[in-house]
C-alpha cells in the first residue's frame, strides 16, 4: 500500500491492517465486556462518551434513548455529570444545556408501550405459506425523524430507522462483531455502529468503512399510516 494511501485510512482501518491480530483481541474484549449490560446502561454510557467528545448530535439522540429504556431526567443528569473529571467543567454545563433545551415528555412512551419488541408470529406457525410477503411492523408516527425501533419478524431481529422522513430496514446486527444497530448513530442515512463506529448507507447497506461487509437491508414501504416490511 502506498504511503499516499495509508494517509487516507481512518484510525480504525490503520489498526486493523497493522496491528489485525491485537485488534482483533481487543474488539473482542469489548464485545464480552458489554455483553451483560442492559440497554438503559449501555445508553448512560454512551451520554458519558458524548459529554467528553462533546457531540450535541449524540446527546440529543442518546437522551431520548436511555429514557425510553427507563432512565430518569436525574439519571440522565448524574451520566453527564461523571463525565466531568475527564470532559472538564465547560463540556459539562454545555451538556445540561442540551439537555435542558429537548423536549423530553414526547419521548417518554405511555405504560403500555415501554416495550419496544414488536414479535410476529412465524407464518409457519400460523398455517400460512412461506415465501416473501408484506408484514406490518409499526404505525409510523411511533417511529419519529432520526430515532430507530427493533422488531422481531419471522425471527429475525430487524432495525428500523426514521432517515429523514425515510423508513429504512436493515438487520439489526453489524456484520463486524454483531452489535445491535438499533443503537446506533444517525445522521441523514448514514448509521454509525454504537461499538466500533463502522458506518452504513441504509438505502443501499453498504459500508463505508468496509466494502465488502454490507449489511442486509429489506424493503420497505408505507400505507395507510402503516410500515409495512417484505419479509423473507
Known amino acids: 500500500m502506498s504511503e499516499k494511501d495509508q494517509d487516507e ?7 486493523n491492517q497493522v496491528r489485525p491480530e491485537a485488534m482483533e483481541h481487543l474488539m473482542s474484549f469489548f464485545r464480552e465486556s458489554g455483553r451483560h449490560l442492559d440497554a438503559k446502561t449501555r445508553f448512560l454510557i454512551s451520554i458519558v462518551t458524548k459529554v467528553i467528545n462533546f457531540s450535541p448530535r449524540g446527546l440529543r439522540q442518546y437522551i431520548p434513548r436511555a429514557m425510553r429504556e427507563g432512565a430518569s431526567r436525574d439519571e440522565v443528569l448524574d451520566a453527564i455529570l461523571c463525565a466531568y473529571p ?14 435542558r433545551a429537548l423536549d423530553l415528555s414526547e419521548f417518554e412512551p405511555p405504560e403500555e408501550e415501554e416495550e419496544e419488541w414488536i414479535d410476529f408470529p412465524n407464518p409457519e ?3 400460512e405459506e412461506e415465501g416473501p410477503a408484506w408484514v406490518f411492523v409499526l404505525k409510523v408516527d411511533k417511529l419519529p425523524p432520526g430515532e430507530s425501533r427493533k422488531v422481531m419478524v419471522k425471527g429475525k431481529e430487524i432495525a428500523l430507522f426514521n432517515a429523514d422522513g425515510q423508513v429504512r430496514a436493515v438487520i439489526n446486527t453489524c456484520p463486524h462483531l454483531g452489535a445491535h444497530l438499533s443503537d446506533g448513530a444517525l445522521e441523514g442515512e448514514v448509521l454509525t455502529c ?10 443501499t447497506g453498504g459500508c463505508l468503512n468496509q466494502p465488502e461487509r454490507d449489511v442486509k437491508i429489506y424493503q420497505v414501504r408505507v400505507e395507510d399510516g402503516e410500515i409495512q416490511i417484505l419479509s423473507d
Open 9 to 15: 485510512l481512518t484510525g480504525l482501518q490503520y489498526l
Open 86 to 99: 475527564a470532559a472538564g467543567l465547560t463540556r459539562v454545563v454545555d451538556a445540561v444545556d442540551v439537555l
Open 125 to 127: 406457525e400460523e398455517g
Open 194 to 203: 454504537p461499538w466500533h463506529s463502522w458506518q452504513f448507507n441504509l438505502e
